[in-house]
């Protein structure tokens, strides 16, 4: 009944072409890339592909009649069942609606629809001199609309911090078809300070709150120079000490990225071409600016982490950098061929703690992996403590997904145990919700009241973020 | 009677020594930096001097049970009567809890207490070779509290950012006591995007929603070296035109400011020594950085600048920078003294336009003080199109007081006609929330939606940031 309703208030907003309703249209979306899709069945009522705002306001006033869930979508690249359907409902399909509909230079600003993926908007960008810092490894599949929603970011976090940091303003549709700009009605100012935040509130809250449909983001000059360094260890504490070293020497690298020895080993086996040092880690600093600057700090850096280091390079020769980097861009695919029965999943895999306890995680890791008998895989953001864990395991093989999923768990409680979060770049969604109240404390219960006044009925995106259960009818 | 009750009920929260009921005492916290409050009596019915957050929920308790509002204040350095009893209520002072409670050098982060003042914060730091990079012109008055509160900034937000971009964490009371911990329960991550971004929310909320008892801060190292240009225009539009041209070199300058012939002229009566070539528009970059990526982009801010500019001058010695900044430290004391019965107000002081709108920003302002017959003096930080305007009145004139508030209320209007704010630095408070409906739209029903679910009996610092009256009882 609800559903036939369904169905004819749709066909009023959107042509047939982006109305999808069959099985295995439908099928196709009950995926993300994490590892938990495998294992469940959340199949949409429907999947619409809005391309206006006005489509959107008018879905959503259809879904809060019937009390039917709506779920946004970019491009499905989430690690967290963020855009899947946990309680049915309409997909909303953004991945169509990509105009960039404004680069503005004069004002270090652009405007995008929530479809646009993140390399594209930088091309258009790189026409203007302009870029946008936040790098996910994503960068060839990730929406926009995705990006802010999770307050997506990658490894240069370090010194360029996260999506939030550029989004300036946003238009949303609200859960009862309302329109809102934040940052201010046809603003264009880059500094701001009227009214509540909503913006950085929206940035980040996976749907819960509203959809986005449009994304207003300050953008920065592109700087004229990058250099790497490479520093290999042979003792694990030394990594994150020489890390330490580096920021107290007053500098702030763009990157600094870690390879564990179970990196490194898989790396290697992977390609030995690459043929890695073998040690207990390897730092790959990336350091950018101007020319003059970066050498400076390249040099700086060499001084620094030899002190520590077996061995230190440094270039700023475009082929020897991405030598260099390869091992690096290599290791999520490598840590896949670890076995040949084997995948790598996602899960556990971005967890973040304090700079201080960065050895203690990745030797805790180790330890669980050896206790779970599943062989993991330790690389990721070193500069910013958030770890990137590659558990390998056959997925054909329940005994060993349970083992994983208890792995999996043993790593999130170890990130809270530690001072840090279970998620520092891909978010919570339904797979770590269920850490929200550890987390979060008394300051779950806020976020609660926030969601039931935005979206009293609970349709925008149900099951994600919060929280489960107890507290609150309707979250 | 309910005032006794709240006397009653103080004493048993705090020593006597800090609780202030004096007819005098309240007096003095009648006033903020403003222009507004000279004119009106927001005289508290009590003071009290916090210095535990369970001295600050016990205060909320009390408070909520009588319905009684409750008013933070950190150094009264604001420009809005944000920190004023403008319903009367108690005033929380903050300025005794002036504890820095930790700095911790290894993950990159320092937590205060909310009477901490800036500079002070900075000192601290200072000997970890960190700093927390925001740079208000109060620096030596303003308190982390407020900065926070009201999302402070200053002249080094062009590359920085403004507060938020450091607050990693709050500790906040409730309207109804409750304690909470925003960016996770003892979260020392540098990174974590678990649950809605609570913390954003209340940075800038303006003591609205709950009272900050403790903030969590990323601090960044210490740049090493630093330098100064000064570039002199004939043409006021050359100004902006080379703000891009070096924005498009791919740099980013800590800071740019400008000094319009108004505030050149206002300059150079004040102190002929100063000697400001007279002209139509100096700018002042700065930049830091590393010693030779400093010098680097000072050598291409002259290429680059001396196209447009009559003259233009770069050092990174410090006695010389110490002069170039000169004219620029003592604009806003030198406006006070273009006539020997005038006074600098602080009213339509920060509005913020976009970078494209800068010198119709300037040339309009011109001609509305030339129509209100009122010297105004500009300056601010262009690097972000955020002006600063000074008014010079005659404080004991009630005729020019009723011009000045025409005069700021027409500038105000320019700035959101322009696709500006009424605020890029110093907030709303209770003398802009009449622009809060324009500015916002129907976000600021949102806004009102969520103060009213944090605080549904209005008593967190009422009659602030959002639109006054006509929607919801309660705000």
Redesign the interface.
Same mark, same amino acid.
């Given at each position: 009944m609800v559903r036939n309703k369904l169905a004819a208030g749709l066909k009023k907003i959107y042509p047939a072409g982006r109305i999808l309703t069959g099985t295995l249209e439908k099928k196709m979306y009950s995926y993300d890339s994490s590892f938990y899709a495998r294992f469940r069945d959340f199949i949409p009522d429907a999947v619409v592909l809005p391309r206006s705002t006005a489509e959107v306001s008018a879905t959503m006033k259809l879904a809060s009649e019937h009390g039917i869930p709506v779920v946004p979508r970019g491009a499905g690249s989430g690690e967290t069942c963020g855009c899947l359907a946990v309680r049915g409902g309409i997909v909303l399909d953004f991945s169509s609606w990509d105009d960039v509909e404004e680069v503005?230079?004069?004002?270090?600003q652009v405007f995008a629809r929530p479809g646009v993926v993140h390399y594209q908007l930088n091309e258009h960008l790189a026409d203007?001199?302009l870029f946008f810092p936040p790098d996910p490894g994503s960068t060839r599949m990730c929406t926009i609309g995705g990006m802010v929603a999770?307050?997506s970011?990658g490894l240069r976090?370090v010194k360029y911090?996260?999506t939030?940091?550029y989004v300036l303003g946003l238009e949303v549709v609200?859960p009862d078809g309302?329109?809102?700009?934040?940052g @201010?009605?046809?603003?264009?100012?880059?500094?701001? +300070?009227? %009214?509540?935040?909503?913006t !950085?509130?929206f940035?980040?809250?996976e749907g819960?709150?509203g959809v986005i449909t449009m994304v207003r983001l300050r953008v *920065?000059?592109?700087?004229?120079a990058r250099g790497l360094a490479m520093a290999v260890f042979t003792d694990l504490e030394a990594a994150p000490a020489a890390v330490?070293d580096v920021?107290?020497? %007053?500098?702030?690298p763009s990157g600094i990225e870690i390879l564990d020895s179970s990196a490194i080993h898989a790396v290697n086996l992977y390609n030995p071409a690459i043929n890695l040092p073998e040690a207990e880690a390897i730092l790959i600093f990336e350091v950018d600016?101007?020319?003059?600057? +970066?050498? *400076?700090?390249g040099e !700086?850096i060499v001084e620094i982490t030899k002190k520590r280091a077996s061995r230190v390079e440094w270039s700023t020769e475009p082929g020897r950098m991405a030598e260099l980097w390869r091992g690096r861009s290599v290791v999520a695919v490598a840590a896949a061929r670890l076995r040949p029965d084997g995948s790598r999943i996602f899960a556990g895999e971005d967890i973040? +703690?304090?700079?201080?306890k960065v050895t203690e995680a990745l030797r805790r890791i180790k330890e669980l992996g050896r206790q779970h008998e599943i062989t993991v895989v330790n690389y990721g953001?070193i500069g910013? %403590?958030?770890i990137h864990t590659a558990p390998v395991i056959n997925l054909d093989n329940p005994e060993e997904v349970a083992r994983a999923n208890a792995l999996v768990d043993a790593i999130h409680r170890l990130a809270i145990e530690l @001072?840090?979060?279970?998620?520092?770049?891909?978010? +919570?969604g339904a797979v770590?919700n269920q850490?929200?109240a550890?987390?979060? @404390?008394?300051?779950?219960?806020?976020?609660k009241?926030?969601?039931?006044?935005?979206d009293p009925e609970n349709i925008m995106n149900p099951g994600k973020?919060?929280p489960p259960g107890e507290a609150g009818k309707s979250v």
């Open positions: 503005d230079p004069e004002n270090m203007f001199g999770n307050n970011s976090a911090g996260t939030e940091q609200l309302r329109i809102i700009e934040t @201010g009605v046809n603003c264009r100012a880059l500094k701001n +300070v009227s %009214g509540l935040n909503l !950085k509130l940035v980040g809250s819960i709150l *920065w000059p592109r700087p004229k330490l920021y107290q020497s %007053g500098i702030l600016g101007n020319p003059a600057g +970066v050498t *400076w700090e !700086k973040s +703690v304090p700079l201080s953001h910013d %403590g958030n @001072g840090g979060s279970t998620t520092g770049e891909h978010g +919570v770590r850490y929200a550890d987390e979060h @404390g008394r300051a779950a219960d806020i976020m009241q926030i969601k039931e006044t935005l973020l919060l």
